[in-house]
Structure formats: C-alpha cells, structure tokens
C-alpha cells in the first residue's frame, strides 16, 4: 500500500497577546502533515513564518506538492535534498520520525541515539511591553526559573531590563531582541543587560547587519536566531555569536537539526533549542535535541490559551518527554 499524505491548516487562540519587536499576534497558525503507511500515522507540525517569505497556504501548498514522492517511498534522508530548509520540510521531516517510530516501535530519541531523555526546564516568554507593563508580567512569572524577555523597542530598553529584574530577582534571563536593536543603541542596551545579570542575547541586530557584532566587546555571550537556519550558516557566525538557537521550522526538520547540533558543538557554539509559537506536536521533537542545549526555550503551549490533545505534560517549566500518542 502506497503512504498517504494528509495536509490541514489549524489555528489556535494565544492567551492575551504575544508581542514582539515585529509586531502582535492573537493566535497560532500551524499547517500539520500525516503520512500513514498501512495501519500508521506519523504527525508533524511546522510553523510558517513571515520572516522568511512562508505564508500558512504556500506551506501548505509545499507540503501537499511531496504527495507523490512520500507515496513512492521517500525516505528523510532523501527529503534534505528534496525540499529547501523550512517549515515545510519540518512537517514533512517529523512526521516521518513518528512513522517510522510507529511502524518499528523503536521510539524516535532511541533512533536519535538518545538511551534516555529526562524532562527539561524550559524558558517561560513575557512579551514585549511597556516597562509597567513587563514588570507585572514577570512578577506573576517569578517563580519560573527562566524568563525570557522580548526587547527591540526603538526605545525604552534598559528600562524594561531592569523592571523585569525587579520582578524577577532570582529568575535566569535571556533577552530576546528579535533584530530590533541598532548600531546607535547597541552599547547602551548590552550594558543594561550585563547589569541585570542577563545571561544570554538573541539576535540584537538585523541579521544582514550582524558583521558589527565581532568588533565590539561581546560582555553578555550573543546567540544567532534569525541570523542562523541551517550547517550552511556556521562558518559565517563565527566571531559574531557564542551561541546559535536551533529551531526545527528554520533548519527544516529534526534530521538537519541534530546534525546542526553536532557541528555548531563542533565550532565552540553553545546550543539553544527554541521554538515559533506553535503547538506541543511542534514542541515533542525539538525535545530531542535538549540533551545537547545550554537553553531550552520550548514554551509554546504555555502560552496558548489551548493546546492539542494529547500534548506535553508541563510541571510549571519544566516539560517531560512526549507521550507515545503525542509524537515519536
């Protein structure tokens, strides 16, 4: 019998509003494929983002266009060559983890070459905000080992970094500028950030303007987000960042990266494994790659107002392995 591919856009409502330096969004948009084979189904959820020119139907589009190929037989190793890096192959990527887990019973951190994956503690996001606003959300928020904190307003920075830290005294952070900072504010916001004890920087410029980042003193360890998608990336990063943050809809699939990981440890970068705000079938995956992460920023179902079921059993922040009924 011959694999069937399944396509569906899903939607799903965010609690309150998740802002960042590009802007608001009140709800999640996620395409999910199917591939069955036989009496077996494998899931993969990806994340379109516009960043990178996805839009949800030509992700879908993308996905559906593989049809054929899954039906003949495609194997994830021919898929790297198949399709580009991006959500699309994500989806098609991970749900041919879950099948071949499901039709082996081999679960897919054994096939990893993980023996045994241990829940994890997870970042927990306060959106971008007025600094009144970040306090409060951090002070509800205090208890959770690790915050991260939108930044990349055109001003007003140091100000929020400091009211979180207030909130939040005895919180790990990790600021997140998600491109927004400028060669004009750079130095005054890093040194916000060492003040407050900030541990780790994502993408504090425009990734097409990153190349400044080697020539100042780099006083909070600096981590690639939109500067990085795939192994590709590395080698230009070097100098630039100590850390790189592996998202699966940016590498496309887990295959890539895990082999990613691999090579970023290789060069000296520490790891974080992040996340697009999607839901716990985008999240199980990802799972498998913490074992190599500094940080784990898979909080994506904590902040929708539903998540699938079955999804990832959360205790506070830290989150345990996918069920079998969930993924892998």
């Known amino acids: 019998m011959a694999r069937a591919l399944k396509v569906e856009i899903e939607r799903f409502p965010i609690a309150g509003r998740f802002t960042i330096a590009r802007g608001s969004r009140t709800e999640a948009a996620v395409v999910t494929a199917t591939i069955t084979d036989g009496s077996a189904s494998g899931h993969g959820e990806c994340v379109p983002y516009a960043r990178y020119g996805e839009t949800v139907e030509g992700v879908a589009e993308a996905i559906e266009a593989m049809a054929a ?84 307003a055109p001003e007003g920075d140091p100000e929020r970094i400091a009211a979180v830290r207030r909130a939040a005294p005895d919180s790990t952070l990790i600021a997140d500028a998600n491109e927004g900072w400028t060669e004009a504010n750079l130095e005054e916001n890093l040194a916000a950030c060492a003040a407050a004890g900030v541990q780790l920087i994502e993408q504090p410029v425009k990734a097409d303007e990153d190349a400044i980042l080697a020539r100042i003193d780099r006083r909070v360890p600096l981590c690639a987000d939109e500067s990085l998608h795939d192994r590709s990336d590395l080698e230009r990063l070097r100098g630039r960042y100590d850390a790189i943050n592996i998202k699966l809809d940016k590498a496309g699939g887990l295959t890539e990266a895990l082999a990613l990981a691999d090579d970023a440890q290789k060069l000296g970068f520490t790891i974080m494994i992040g996340c697009m705000l999607g839901t716990s079938l985008a999240m199980a995956p990802a799972l498998l790659v913490s074992p190599r992460a500094r940080f784990v920023d898979l909080d994506g179902p904590l902040l929708l107002a539903r998540d699938r079921e079955p999804g990832l059993t959360f205790e506070g922040s830290l989150v345990h392995p996918a069920s079998r009924a969930l993924w892998g």
């Open 69 to 152: 190929q899954l039906g003949g037989g495609l194997t994830r190793q021919d898929l790297q060559s198949a399709m580009p890096a991006g959500a699309a192959r994500n989806a098609v990527d991970c749900a041919l983890w879950d099948l071949e887990a499901k039709l082996t019973g081999v679960p897919a951190h054994v096939a990893a070459g993980i023996d045994r994956l241990p829940p994890v503690t997870t970042a927990y996001t306060i959106s971008l905000g007025s600094a009144s606003e970040m306090f409060e959300a951090a002070a509800k928020a205090a208890a959770r080992p690790i915050l991260k904190i939108k930044l990349g």
